[in-house]
């Protein structure tokens, strides 16, 4: 079977600060991928990044980094210098030998 | 870009109603779509995949009379939620999987989703 665990539900951080989300996956697929989505209040999904199993480079993107680690099984995603327009849901997912599977997103929320 | 429109965008309808949703790709071909349900402050859940052509595969849990789903073309797929009651209120979202190009990397984009409001 194939899991995300967001063990984050809520997030508060001051503009400004910086903001790890985590991400744990479960699969027995050697070949799968790994995404996060980005859903602000409007409802719609940003696709943020897509990375497979078989590419454990650390990614950059402005503000926006993500840190896959197969031997703990994560894809952690880091806001650096957060703002206001950050504050949303954000969903990392997993797709193997199956569709796409959810966690449960975590929320978070910038303060100015 | 790969582009996914959905019609309507909200609606609201009476207990006991039918309602389509549209799912389009717009600027691709997608032999497969799926449909995710999300209630409020929680995840996206799969209700179902279809494929063009053939029967959608729906999700343990979903009843399949009630949300019919149908995948005539390459760029559109519906589902219609049949004798709609309050509980079926939910954010439904629609999903295309763009057919492989060159990279054969997995590419799969989501509409803006549809708002349903039973009455």
């Known amino acids: 079977a194939q899991k995300v665990t967001q063990a984050q539900t809520e997030i508060s951080v001051v503009e400004k600060e910086d903001v790890t989300l985590d991400c744990v996956y479960e699969?027995?697929?050697?070949?799968?991928?790994l995404f996060w989505y980005k859903q602000p209040p409007s409802g719609e999904l940003v696709f943020l990044i897509r990375?497979?199993?078989?590419?454990?480079q650390n990614e950059i993107s402005g503000r926006y980094s993500w840190n896959f680690q197969k031997s703990t099984s994560s894809f952690n995603f880091t806001i650096t210098a957060s703002q206001v327009v950050d504050s949303a849901v954000y969903f990392c997912?997993?797709?193997?030998?199956?569709?796409?599977?959810f966690g449960k997103g975590t929320r978070l929320s910038v303060i100015a | 870009g790969a582009v996914v429109s959905q019609h309507p965008s909200r609606v609201i309808c009476k207990s006991g109603t039918s309602v389509k949703i549209e799912c389009r790709s717009l600027?691709?071909?997608?032999?497969?779509m799926f449909w995710y349900r999300q209630f409020p402050k929680q995840s996206l859940m799969l209700m179902a995949t279809?494929?063009?052509?053939?029967?959608?595969?729906?999700e343990q849990g979903v009843e399949k009379d009630k949300f019919l789903i149908n995948h005539a073309s390459l760029t559109l797929s519906t589902l219609t939620v049949t004798s709609a009651h309050p509980e079926d209120s939910s954010f439904y979202i629609c999903?295309?999987?763009?057919?492989?190009?060159?990279?054969?990397?997995?590419?799969?984009?989501f509409g803006p989703g549809t708002r349903l409001t039973v009455t």
């Open positions: 999903s295309a999987r763009r057919i492989p190009g060159k990279s054969s990397s997995y590419e799969q984009y």
């Open positions: 699969t027995r697929d050697t070949t799968y991928y």
């Open positions: 990375r497979n199993s078989f590419d454990e």
């Open positions: 997912a997993l797709k193997g030998n199956t569709p796409l599977v």
């Open positions: 600027d691709f071909q997608a032999t497969t």
């Open positions: 279809s494929n063009e052509g053939s029967k959608a595969t729906y």
